[in-house]
């Protein structure tokens, strides 16, 4: 992510809503326990968590952005913020069941530190997940970054394939066990909010309706959801 970037002005413009939805993979994978959230946003995996009974006593919503954290914080009991780069947390080693990071991996400048964070904070044979997307030949969004589309503009990379992202996350420790990938669709209903207004009465006001209306969801071109999960070695 780029230095120049104000990760809170960000945080304010870029709401995450509270959804059901899962990750297929680690809705797959996750087991009950204690959990560290590496790059947790405004708490909407934690919360789908939660709704699925999957978290512990402690859950841990870890965030650059203590705007993120604070919000994180609200929606489940247990759990506690820490503002704090997801490759270099405050928490001690082996303090987790599972980590979880979704949508992360893409924005940091170092794959590896990151890794070995998630190997460190996990007990042994605790379970971790990591989740991406995947840059397909002809991938188009309303992005262009250096004359390259992207999905994001802060993102730091697009794997182009598993083999890239299998790379990034081979350190000591991790076992990676699985990495599958999906087409990458958006709710219909997300977008038209975001492009309405992106500020956070809005976002929660909608959170409030059924869960049904964020069902119908469009296909991004070319990119697809790229998942990653295994277990921490004996």
């Avoid at 990750?23 to 946003?41: S, Y």
Wanted: proline share 6%.
């Amino acid at each position: 992510m780029s230095p120049d970037l104000d990760i809170e002005k960000y945080a304010a413009r870029h709401h995450q809503f509270l959804t059901d939805w899962l990750p297929p993979l680690l809705e797959r994978i996750a087991v009950p326990g204690r959990i560290v959230d590496l790059g947790c946003g405004d708490g909407a995996t934690i919360w789908a968590l939660h709704r699925r009974g999957l978290l512990g006593d402690i859950t841990w919503a870890v965030d650059l952005s203590s705007t993120r954290v604070e919000a994180a914080i609200s929606v489940a009991p247990g759990v506690i913020g820490v503002v704090a780069d997801a490759a270099s947390v405050p928490l001690e080693d082996g303090c987790a069941d599972g980590v979880v990071c979704s949508q992360v991996v893409e924005h940091v400048s170092d794959e590896q530190a990151l890794a070995a964070e998630i190997a460190r904070l996990l007990r042994p044979g605790g379970w971790w997940y990591v989740g991406t997307v995947l840059r397909g030949p002809r991938a188009w969004w309303i992005y262009k970054v250096d004359g390259v589309r992207r999905l994001d503009p802060t993102h730091e990379r697009e794997y182009e394939n598993m083999r890239e992202l299998r790379a990034a996350l081979d350190t000591p420790g991790l076992v990676l066990d699985t990495v599958v990938s999906t087409p990458l669709r958006f709710p219909v209903s997300d977008l038209v909010i975001r492009a309405a207004g992106r500020g956070r009465q809005i976002s929660r006001a909608y959170e409030r309706l059924p869960q049904s209306i964020r069902r119908v969801r469009v296909r991004v071109p070319g990119y697809h959801l790229l998942e990653a999960a295994g277990t921490k070695s004996a």
